[in-house]
């Protein structure tokens, strides 16, 4: 199956991006400014990434917008914070469980 390709325009020329996935010599969430729009029918961004690199021909699944990457790496990190503390809770619990069951220790 092929790849898709934008044929729509998402990013604009100077808008704040963010790389979405690796890119050479530009890891992922590294953020950018788009300086050039090209394309009829396949909508194409040429980059400038905050690392020096300069990309052309990027498709825009290869970018996001830098507000909603923010947005999006904030909850995910929420997220495991959040299954980070629930499983310690958990951790908790079942060692209380197994203190009151084998009754306090010394006695």
């Known amino acids: 199956m092929a790849p898709t390709i934008s044929t729509e325009k998402v990013f604009r020329k100077r808008q704040k991006v963010v790389a979405a996935v690796d890119l050479p010599g530009v890891p992922a969430g590294t953020p950018g400014k788009v300086y050039y729009v090209a394309g009829v029918t396949w909508i194409r961004y040429h980059v400038l990434f905050e690392n020096g690199?300069?990309?052309s021909t990027?498709?825009?699944a290869q970018l996001a917008d830098r507000k909603a990457w923010?947005?999006?790496q904030d909850r995910i990190?929420?997220?495991?914070?959040?299954?980070e503390r629930s499983a310690e809770r958990e951790r908790r619990r079942q060692e209380n469980?197994?203190?009151?069951?084998?009754?306090?220790?010394g006695h």
Not at 77 to 83: D, G, K, T
């Open 58 to 60: 990027l498709d825009a």
């Open 77 to 83: 990190a929420r997220e495991n914070l959040e299954a």
């Open 97 to 105: 469980l197994a203190n009151l069951a084998d009754g306090p220790g």
């Open 70 to 72: 923010t947005k999006e």
């Open 53 to 55: 690199v300069e990309i």
